[in-house]
């Protein structure tokens, strides 16, 4: 639906030039956009291909499954519904370490297939179940230890200290997290 709404966007705005055979301005900003991105994907590639690196060394180390698994007996108190040692456990906690580490295109295949599992405990399969809604609050405000992207969209833009973030971002994601679980079993009380 978003990309319908942005196409209408850019198909009136491209037609309101030529209508004022302003053309110029779509094709300036057409170059200007692309040598943005271009530029912004040389910039922040390394910092990505870094932390994506190390990412993959705690991964074949066994440090993402260990994190995995300590998270795992969190989870059992967030997800009561989801019984013991079910795929959807590990699947979560894997999209959250993920998450974690500012790897949100990592985390996005375990978040699809947490959803596709949860899915299978679901007995309406047109209404998201309790599981469901927690796992999509948790993983919105999801806590983030390194925000890779913004570290790179900082460094991109000149930032003096680029790295200055990391603690403003754990703490306000850690709050948000928490508020979000709050407002969470909050509603689950009235609305279940």
Known sequence: ????????????????????????????????????????????????????????????????????????????????????????LSYISSNIIANMFGLGNAATPFGLKAMQSLQELNKKKDTATRSMITFLVLNTSGVTIMPTTIISLRMMYGSVDPTSIVLPCIIITFLSTLLGLMIDRILARFYV
């Open 1 to 88: 639906m978003v990309n319908k709404i942005w196409g209408c966007f850019i198909i009136i705005g491209i037609l309101y030039c030529l209508l004022n055979k302003n053309i110029e301005i779509v094709n300036n900003a057409i170059l200007d956009s692309t040598k943005t991105s271009f530029d912004m994907i040389i910039k922040i590639f390394p910092v990505m291909a870094l932390w994506l690196g190390i990412a993959k060394i705690a991964e074949v180390s066994g440090l993402l499954k260990k994190l995995s698994c300590k998270i795992s007996t969190l989870l059992k108190y967030i997800f009561p519904e989801i019984p013991k040692n079910h795929e959807s």
